[in-house]
Structure formats: structure tokens, C-alpha cells
């Protein structure tokens, strides 16, 4: 677990700089490098000192990062929690300790929901959708059965569960929609490929892959590229995040379609800070603005992209 901190200068009661314990997943994808350097900079330009730590996906880092947060007797912690299952226990320490706790891109499933002030992110089961509407509106005057691949993200993480959901739901009903293999590519390129190498090998016909992120769409392009076939027109490809190279790829051709999942959290996660900090009440989940992108939007939104 790397702990720096970074930031500085006075909180709104003109008293010494708020102090934001942050606990990051790691630095697995594009997406989650450009949600670190939001949070990074917003917390240098909102005058927080941040306490930041990258647990390398490891769960029981960040439960150690938010212990130490607590010892350390920060002002409000923050996190994207790696998975939903098996917060209560250090959120139940933070409480206690009244350390008000932000749950920002990914969301936990406790049962309590007076264990944190409030969730700033996306709606992963509306990506899912967006994701599954998109192919049945591609693949409309199909008739024979319509094959799909899915690379899931990390497993047990509130995007890989809801994102498979929001797509489940939006092709039920349609029987020629077949999802035919379905795994964890753990939201990385190396990983994505290794598995659609597998999934090339095991399935006799794929027509589409679903990818939980942008990444692992880019490891399996690589792997449809090796056995020969063309991504995005032997095998139709949609991804979610929208990351600069994945964006690439859509205006190259080689993925179809990509929902967007804003990283940029940072400029509202200090406002939340701030208004935390000085006992304000804030709501209870706030979602972030997001869109979508075929080839023509991609081209168009690539040279001004931040990320
Ligand atoms: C989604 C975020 C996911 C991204 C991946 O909000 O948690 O984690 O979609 C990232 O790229 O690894």
C-alpha cells in the first residue's frame, strides 16, 4: 500500500487544511489512472491535503488504508471499493471513530446504509443496458442464433455484477441472443486477452464480444487480430469507459460501440469533502453525467478528450 500525501492550505472554517484519506483500487486500467489524477489534482486545487493509497486491488489493503486513515485521525475518508462485499466491519471502525466515510465509483452492499454519507458515481446496470439495447438494435434483422462473448470485470466489484445485469436485461426476451462464455478478464488488457485467446479456442462461431471495460477490449483485439479475424467486423465489439485508446479503436474500426463511465469524479468528490467536513448534509448518491459513442461521435470527440 503506497501512503503520500499531497495538497495543503485551510479548510472553510479557516482552520488547518481538511485532511482526505483516500483509498484506491489500484492502477489496473486507463480508466483508473485517469480517476486517480482527478482526484489528485481537484484535492491540490480545493486546498485538501490527501492521504492516498493504491491498494493493487487487493481488498485487504484497502482495509488496512482506511484503518490507518483512523489512526491517523483524518477528517473524512474516501474510496472505490475493489469489491461490493465485506466493508461493515472497518465502517463500522470509522463510525465509531466519527470519520464521516464518501464511497466514490464503486458502491459496497452493506445492509447499513448509515456506514457512509453518501455514493458519487455511475450507474453500472444503465451502462449494462446502453451496452445490450446498442447490440439488439445492430443485430435487429439477424436471424440465426447471434453469439456473444463477455469479458466481466473484477469479480465480486459492483461494475462487473451490474454491468452483467443491465446487458442481461436489455437482450432477455430475444432468444437468438446468446451470451455462450462468460468471464473475468479482471478489467485488464493482459488478462482480456489470455481469456478471448480461450474463448477463440472454445467457441466454434463467435459473432460479438461484450467487453466490461476498454481495456480488456483492447487485450482481445489483439487476440482476435493473432487467429486471423478482424475485430469489428468478423467480430462486432462493445465496450464500456470510453478511454482515449478505446476511443481509438472505435474511430479505427475495431470496436463498434462504447458507453461512456466518467473517471473525472475528483472536482465533485472535494466539494463533498468540503461540505462533509463541516457537518453539512449531502445526498445520499449522486450519478455522474455520461454519454455514449458510435464511430462518427469517436472521431469527433477524440482531439479534445481528457483522458
Ligand atoms: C467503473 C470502474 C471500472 C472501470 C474500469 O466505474 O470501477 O474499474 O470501468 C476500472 O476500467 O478498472
Redesign the pocket.
Known amino acids: 500500500t503506497l501512503l503520500t500525501a499531497c495538497g495543503g492550505g485551510s479548510d472553510s472554517a479557516g482552520g488547518g487544511a481538511v485532511t482526505l484519506g483516500f483509498s484506491q483500487v489500484g492502477a489496473?486500467?486507463g480508466?483508473?489512472t485517469a480517476n486517480t489524477k482527478s482526484v489528485q489534482e481537484s484535492a491540490k486545487s480545493a486546498g485538501i491535503e490527501l492521504k492516498f493509497s493504491d491498494a493493487q486491488q487487493k481488498q485487504e489493503n484497502q482495509i488496512s488504508a482506511i484503518r490507518s486513515f483512523i489512526q491517523q485521525k483524518v477528517k473524512v475518508i474516501a474510496f472505490?471499493p475493489v469489491v461490493e462485499s465485506g466493508w461493515d466491519t472497518v465502517l463500522k471502525e470509522a463510525k465509531t471513530a466519527n470519520i464521516p466515510v464518501i464511497l466514490t465509483?464503486?458502491s459496497v452492499d452493506s445492509a447499513d446504509k448509515t456506514l457512509y454519507k453518501t455514493f458519487l458515481?455511475?450507474d453500472f446496470v444503465t451502462e449494462g443496458k446502453k451496452a445490450g439495447t446498442w447490440l439488439t438494435k445492430e443485430f435487429a434483422s439477424a436471424t440465426g442464433d447471434v453469439n456473444i462473448v463477455e469479458l466481466q470485470?473484477t469479480t465480486g466489484s459492483a461494475?462487473a455484477n451490474d454491468r452483467k445485469k443491465g446487458f442481461a436485461d436489455a437482450i432477455a426476451g430475444q432468444a437468438k441472443f446468446k451470451v455462450v462464455a462468460s468471464q473475468t478478464g479482471e478489467?485488464t488488457r493482459a488478462k482480456g486477452k489470455e481469456v478471448m485467446e480461450a474463448f477463440l479456442k472454445s467457441q466454434s462461431k463467435i459473432d460479438v464480444l461484450y467487453a466490461?471495460?476498454d481495456?480488456m477490449a483492447l487485450g482481445a483485439i489483439e487476440a482476435i487480430e493473432a487467429a486471423g479475424k478482424k475485430p469489428g467486423t468478423d467480430i462486432k465489439i462493445v465496450s464500456?469507459?470510453a478511454v482515449k485508446d478505446g476511443m481509438q479503436a472505435l474511430a479505427d474500426g475495431k470496436i463498434n460501440y462504447i458507453v461512456e463511465?466518467n473517471p473525472l469524479l475528483g472536482p465533485q468528490l472535494m466539494d463533498l469533502v468540503k461540505k462533509v467536513a463541516a457537518g453539512q448534509e449531502v445526498p445520499t448518491r449522486i450519478e455522474t453525467e455520461e454519454t455514449e459513442f458510435d464511430q462518427a461521435k469517436a472521431k469527433e470527440a477524440l482531439p479534445k478528450r481528457q483522458y
Open positions: 489496473e486500467s480508466w483508473r472505490s465509483d464503486r458515481g455511475s470485470g461494475p478489467f466490461h471495460n481495456d464500456v469507459d463511465c
